[in-house]
């Protein structure tokens, strides 16, 4: 049972990237996925998840309106589209499957599976 993050690399302040987490061992579609990152020195942090029960996605207000979350099932992999990078979203991004019910948005104790993270840097 596993999540791979793929899709990160280098891009400039104001450029686009797509990250793509892949599913292994189990079927995506049954689970509510999330994207958290950690940038140097700082502790993790939920960027975009779905909420259970068909409630729609979180974002944090610090990449609402600029990234977008998604879905493919017949693919197993789930998607966070980033536009307007900035040099503060530098940090590795990962993907996690949440795994107790919770009233809260994004809490990474409520997610496991962790794979790899891919590392996105926004830089000039």
């Known amino acids: 049972v596993q999540l791979q993050a793929s899709g990160g690399g280098l891009v400039q302040p104001g450029g686009s990237l797509r990250l793509s987490c892949a599913a292994s061992?189990?079927?995506?579609?049954?689970?509510?996925i999330g994207w958290f990152r950690q940038a140097p020195g700082k502790g993790r942090e939920g960027v975009s998840c779905?909420?259970?029960?068909?409630?729609?996605?979180y974002y944090a207000d610090s990449v609402r309106g600029r990234f977008t979350f998604s879905r493919d099932n017949t693919k197993n992999t789930v998607y966070l589209q980033m536009n307007s990078l900035k040099p503060e979203d530098t940090a590795v991004y990962y993907c996690a499957r949440q795994i107790y019910p919770s009233t809260s948005d994004c809490e990474s104790f409520d997610y496991g599976s962790w794979g790899q993270g891919t590392l996105v840097t926004v830089s000039s």
């Open positions: 779905e909420r259970q029960g068909g409630g729609g996605e």
């Open positions: 061992g189990f079927s995506l579609g049954r689970y509510a």
